[in-house]
């Protein structure tokens, strides 16, 4: 069987918020952290058509979340 295993790491000026916001969203196979001004969010499956529909919803969740940390920083 197939390991597929990445990191994505994005540079965030509200890191911290970026990445409670995306951990509810969050797989069994993913974990998400802040580090250092960075959301880190560790992926792994055995299906690659499966890991890259859970990035593309991750990416799509990660745009959502740091335009709302934005506007929550801003008032």
Known sequence: MMEIRGILRTRHTQAECVAAS???????????????????????????????????DYLMNLSIAEELCSLVEER
Do not use: K
Not at 37 to 47: F, L, M, P, R
Not at 50 to 55: G, K, L, N, W
């Open 22 to 56: 995306l951990r509810p969203d969050n797989l069994q196979s993913m974990r998400t952290c802040s580090r250092d001004g960075h959301v880190v969010t560790e992926i792994q499956g055995t299906s690659l058509r499966s890991v890259i529909a859970s990035v593309d």
